[in-house]
């Protein structure tokens, strides 16, 4: 069994239905705190429809999201370090989410959604790897070819 990750950014959203349909995912689990987007497609309904318009199913999934205050720390002092402890410790209370997205997953090819394209600097890496602790899951992180994302240099600046 595998557990999808994706991030949209850089994507246009026919873009992120095509990654999706190439890698066989038949559930997109949004896992956005507050699932709103200023880019076009990718807030909560017109997504939903879009992918079910293209087979896929929508299931958005609040409290595996990266509540407020450690998103606001995380702007303020740009400490992935601090970031990473907050989200953890929010995670840990989330064990009945966590089931409930590895019995998802056992069920149906699923992605996590965030926005990041990123997963080394975004909660959905956090979250799959409790899912994979959980239900032996093997996580699988899907990347668009055209998509940059964080170069060595920065990823041991913000280590």
């Given amino acids: 069994m595998n557990i999808f990750t994706i991030g949209y950014e850089g994507l246009d959203v026919l873009s992120f239905v095509a990654l999706l349909l190439e ?3 038949q559930k997109v689990v949004d896992i956005r705190e507050l699932p709103l987007s200023r880019k076009p497609g990718f807030s ?10 293209s087979g896929l199913d929508y299931e958005h999934m ?10 606001d720390q995380y702007k303020t002092d740009g400490s992935w370090r601090q970031y990473t402890k907050g989200f953890l410790r929010h995670l840990h209370n989330q064990a009945p989410a966590i089931e409930e997205l590895a ?3 056992s069920r ?10 990123d997963y080394r ?13 959980v239900s032996g899951a093997k996580v699988r992180h899907l990347i668009a070819r055209n998509v940059r994302t964080a170069s060595p240099a920065l ?3 913000l280590a």
């Avoid at 909560?44 to 318009?53: F, S, Y």
């Avoid at 149906?108 to 394209?117: T, V």
Wanted: glycine share 2%.
């Fill in 44 to 53: 909560k309904r017109a997504l939903a429809q879009t992918l079910a318009d």
């Fill in 62 to 71: 609040v409290k595996l999201g990266c509540p407020k205050p450690v998103r």
């Fill in 121 to 133: 600097f975004c909660h959905r890496s956090f979250v799959a790897d409790a899912v994979s602790d």
């Fill in 155 to 157: 990823s041991l600046r």
């Fill in 23 to 25: 890698n066989n995912v």
């Fill in 103 to 105: 019995a998802v997953a």
């Fill in 108 to 117: 149906s090819s699923c992605a996590l959604l965030c926005f990041e394209a």
